[in-house]
C-alpha cells in the first residue's frame, strides 16, 4: 500500500470516539486523506490517555531523538522506510518528540480587522461609537484580502486549520484562505444599514447569495450567510435569511445574546433575546450562534432543542467585561460547543492556544466547580467539537481514516512544555502558539519548521503595516471627533 | 560621559511616574544602573502612551530597521556611537523595531515544581491528597534545584526579571537564581507537618531564619519568611513569625483566603479569614499576600488599613474553579498589587504575558465592567505594582535613573504583534512569551537574542526530564492508593 506522507514517531492524539493516543504512532495520508493511524512496531501505546500509562511514556518522547531512531527517519523518500503500519510512504516526516493532532477549528473570526488590532482598548460603545464609522471609511477589498491573508498566516503559525469567518466584502476572505489553501466557511455580513460594501441596508442577502453560489463545490472554501446581530437584522429579513439558507443549502452564522443592550432590549417583550428569534424562524441546525452570553435555563433548553450550534469566544467576552457564557450547560444539554477567537479587534491574538486554556478556566469560575470541562474536554472543544458546530464533522476534527489530513505537529522542546505527565493538559495548558512546528490542511504543509508555505512573510507584514498606517490617521480624528 | 550598555532605538516604556514613552529611544546602563533615558535625537516622542501620539509612530517602529538608521547601531563598540543621549557605550544594542520595558516582576511562585507539570489535572483535593503525598516522598534539595534552574530558564525566557518564591530545601532556589543571575525573593516554607526538609512540624521556622541570614548582602537574591497557609499554620506560631520577621527585618510570604474549607474554617468563629489573622500580628507590611479570593469589603478595608501587599494569581485561582479575587478593589483601596503565575502545577506556564492578560479580563468581568484595569493598568501590575508588593520599588518596576537595569527587549516583528496602534495594549494583550528577544538583569544579559547565558538549554532540559520521569512512576502507585 502506497501514501504520499507518513507522519512518523510522534505522540498522535487522535480524538477519535474512543480517544485512542498512539505513542509513538504514524499517520498515513493519501491524496489529502488519512488512510492510516496507528502505533508504530515494537515501541508502547497509551491506552486512552489517562495519566498511567502517558504518564510513562512521557519521558521517553520527551527525550524524543534519544529514543530508537532508525535510519532513515527523515522528509527523504530513499532507502528502506520506517514502519508506518504498513504504508509505502513517498515523504516521511520526522515527528519524534512531537504531540500530532487534529488541526484546531476556530469557529468564529473577523480576521480582516488586523489592520486595526489594539485600537482604542476599553473605550466605551467601542462597536458603534468607533468601529463601525472606522470601517465604514477603511474597509475596501484590499484590505480585507490583505488583512485576512495576514491573519491566516497567524492562525497557520499557531496551529489552526480551519476557521469560519464572517465580514465585508468577503469573497476577499475566500480568496485569501483559498491561495493559502486553509479550510473556511466565510459569511457576508447583513446589516441594515449602509455598510463597507454596501450603498443600502440589507445588501448583503444578495450578495451573500453570489458568495455561496460562487464558492460551491469549492474543495477549501465555502460561503454562508451572516446576518449581523439581532440588533442590527429585524425579524422580517431573519425570516428571510432561514428562508435562503434552506434555499441553498447553507450555514448561517449571528452574534447573539452577546450585547447588555440587546438583552435588554428584547427580553422586554420576548423574555429574551433567543425566545425573540425562535418567533424568526432562524434557530436550526444551520445556525452558528456566536457568543450566547445572557441566557437563562429555558434558553439553554430551547438552543438544545433547536439544534443550534455553539461558537463560545471566552477570551473577547471576558475582555468585554461580559458574563461569562454557559457553554458547559449548553454543551451539557446536547448543544455541540466550539471555540473562537473572535477578531482582532476582540480577542487580539488569533491563536486558538489562548482560548482553550481560558475555556476550562472560566467555565470552572462560573459554576465554582474544579471538576468540569476537563483538559481533553478542552481539547475537543477545540477540534472535534468545532468541527461539529461547522457541519464539518464528517470531514475534520479528530485523525481517523477518511477525514482530510487537517493536522498540526508541535514541538515538546521547550521549557514552556516540558514535562507531559498528562498529555491533553498539556495539550491544553502548556502548550503556547509558537510551539507549533508544521501544519497541514487536506494533506498539504502550509506551514513546514516554521516557515509559511503560501506567501512571503516580510511582504505580509508590508501589506498588513500599509493598511495599519493609513488606519492610524482616521483613529486620531475620529476620536478627535469623539471629544 | 562614559557607560556600559546603551539600549538604543526601541520604544521605551519607562513606567515611571509619567509614563513616559520615549519612541524611539535610548537607556543607558552603567555598573548595572540605569544611568540615563530618553529619546533618541531628531525622531519624535510619544508624549504618553495615549492612542493618538503612539498611534502615528507605530508604523515607523514597527518598520523598524527601515527608519533612519545609523552606521553603526551594531553590538560593537567601534567607530562613531549613535545618539545616547550624550553617553559613549562600551556597547550599543540594537534594539530597532522593539518595545523596551521593565522586566516582568513574578509576585508568587513554586519554581522548582516544574517535574511534576501537568500532573493529575481537576482532580479533587488535590493539595491535599495529591500534591503533599508526592512532595514528601519527591522533594529533595537536587529536585529542588534541578527544578528551579529548569524554570528560572522558562521566566527569563518570557521577560522575567525578578520572582518570589516558596518552598522546601528554598536555600537551592537562592543558589539557582544566584547563578542564573536573576532577581529573587526566595521563601523556606513552614507547615505544621513534617515537610519534605524537616523531620519535626514547624522546623521551617529555624531554617527560614538561617536561609534570611545566608542570603543578607546578596545583590540579588534574599531571604523571606513563608508560612504556609492559615490551615497549615496556628495563630501561635504566626505570632512567633511576625516577631522573627520584625528582628530579621524581613519579607513574609503567605497563601491567604485561597480555599474554601479555609474560608469556612476562619469565618465561623471570626468572620473571616483576614479578620482572624489580625489577631495573630501577621498583617503587616511585611505581608504578601498570595491569592487573596473570599475577601468581604471589610476585609478589603482591613488589608488596605494593614499595609499587606497582594500577589494576585488569576490564572491558578481560574484553574482551581475559585472565585475571582477582588484585585481592582484591592488596589483601589490601596493596596499594592502585583501578579503571580503561581507554581507550574497551578498556573502551567511560568510567563507572565499570560498573567498579565487575564488579569485585566477576569477584573472586568467580576465587575461588569469594561472600563476598569485598562493596558497601561495591567502592566504596571506586572511590573512596578509587583515591585512594590516585594518592598523593591525604590530598586526595581520601572525604567529610570537609579534603578537597577532589569529589563526586556521585545520583537514586534511577528504575526501576532502586529500592527501595535497602542502600545500598552499590545504589550498586555498581543505579547506573548517568544516575543522576547532579550532580558537584562542588573545590566547583565541573561538572554540574549533569545539564547540563555546562564547554562546549556540542552542540559536544564535533560535533568528536568530525569526528576519529571522519577515522578512519573510514584505519580502513579499515588493513583493506585487513591482508587
Known sequence: MECDVCVW???????????????????????????????????GMGADGRLGAPARSRADATHGAARGAPGNASSSASGSAPDCGGWRARETVDARGTIVMPGYVNTHTHISMSPFRGAKEDSKDRLTRFIFPLEKRMVRPELVYDGALFTIAEMVRSGTTCFADMYYFEEEVGRAAARAGVRALVGETIVDFAAPDATAPYEGIARAERLVEEWRGHPLVRGIIAPHAPYTVDAEHLRAIADLAEKLDAAVMMHIAEMDFEHARFSAEHGSVLRYLDTTGILSPRLIAAHMLYLDDADIELAATRGIAIAHCPGSNAKS??????????????????????????????????VVSL???????????????????????????????????????????????????????????????????????SLQAHNVRDTMVAGSFVMRNRKLRFADEAELKKRLLFHAHQSSGLIESLLAEGR
Do not use: C
Not at 509513538?24 to 491524496?31: E, I, K, L, S, T
Not at 451539557?332 to 491563536?351: C, F, K, R, W, Y
Not at 468541527?387 to 479528530?398: E, F, K, W
Open 9 to 43: 514517531g510522534g505522540t498522535v492524539l487522535t480524538m477519535d470516539g474512543q480517544f485512542s493516543l498512539h505513542d509513538p504512532g504514524y499517520v498515513a495520508v493519501r491524496d489529502g486523506v488519512i488512510v492510516g493511524v496507528g502505533a508504530i512496531g515494537g515501541a
Open 321 to 354: 467585561g461580559r458574563p461569562i457564557s454557559p457553554a458547559w450547560r449548553l454543551g451539557e444539554a446536547g448543544a455541540p460547543v466550539g471555540l473562537g477567537t473572535d477578531g482582532p479587534l476582540s480577542g487580539n491574538t488569533m491563536d486558538m492556544q489562548t
Open 359 to 429: 475555556y476550562p478556566k472560566l467555565q470552572k469560575v462560573r459554576e465554582g466547580r474544579r471538576d468540569l470541562v476537563s483538559a481533553r474536554d478542552a481539547l475537543i472543544a477545540a477540534t472535534k467539537g468545532g468541527a461539529r458546530v461547522l457541519g464539518l464533522d464528517g470531514q475534520i476534527g479528530s485523525i481517523e481514516p477518511g477525514k482530510a489530513a487537517d493536522l498540526q505537529i508541535i514541538d515538546l522542546d521547550d521549557f514552556n512544555t516540558l514535562p507531559a505527565h498528562d498529555w491533553y493538559s498539556a495539550a491544553v495548558y
